[in-house]
């Protein structure tokens, strides 16, 4: 349920503060800005007349973390609360990781929209760039087993997103069979990986 009004609180601010055309440079970021304080104020107001209706509820019933992104090209903004990441195909081969997963948290733990330290810990900001033709949005559950990751010298993890990510794209595109990838989906291997929740969205631009 929390990840229900966490989809329909980003869906309202998007249509309540971002205009229907590609902003512009300099109005980007302030858009991002607005997106970030409409999202969560959406979500409070809706968790707050949820939780009016049904006594004995609590905020922690309905946690969720959140990722989303409002494409208008070459404008992408974006608001992640949690450990989601995102990534980011160019042409038709490369892809990049915009926004690495937020592994660490607070004291080690994920943070919610229902978390206390939401606001302060809420990342948001612009993609500009006119050589995106696909973006993947993805859970915590699938760091594992689609990211790389090398541990710095402080002790912090450093992601990337290998080479064989622009597989992913290529199959959603249509130009690559999608047998070998639900080999990998269907396999222990790909389910040991780890056991949180593995959801990506991808969009492509054919």
């Not at 949180?196 to 969205?201: A, I, L, R, Y």
Request: a negative charge; one cysteine or more.
């Amino acid at each position: 349920m929390g990840a229900h009004l966490a989809v329909e609180a980003a869906a309202d601010a998007a249509r309540t503060v971002l205009p229907d055309t590609p902003p512009s440079a300099e109005a980007a970021d302030a858009d991002a800005h607005r997106f970030r304080g409409a999202c969560l104020r959406a979500f409070t107001a809706r968790l707050d007349a949820l939780l009016a209706a049904a006594p004995g509820h609590q905020a922690g019933d309905y946690a969720a973390t959140l990722l989303a992104v409002v494409a208008h090209p070459p404008y992408f903004v974006y608001l992640a609360v949690g450990d989601c990441f995102l990534v980011a195909r160019h042409g038709r081969d490369a892809a990049h990781l915009v926004l690495a997963p937020d592994g660490d948290g607070v004291a080690n733990e994920t943070v919610f929209l229902t978390s206390a330290v939401r606001d302060t810990a809420v990342r948001s900001g612009v993609l500009a760039d006119d050589g995106v033709t696909g973006l993947a949005l993805a859970t915590d559950g699938l760091v594992e087993a689609t990211l790389t990751a090398r541990v710095s010298a402080t002790g912090s993890r450093q992601y990337a997103a290998p080479a064989e990510f622009a597989d992913y794209f290529a199959v959603f595109a249509g130009s690559a069979p999608a047998g070998r990838l639900a080999e990998q989906f269907a396999s222990a291997e790909f389910a040991a990986t780890s056991g949180d929740d593995k959801t990506m969205v991808i969009a492509v631009r054919r």
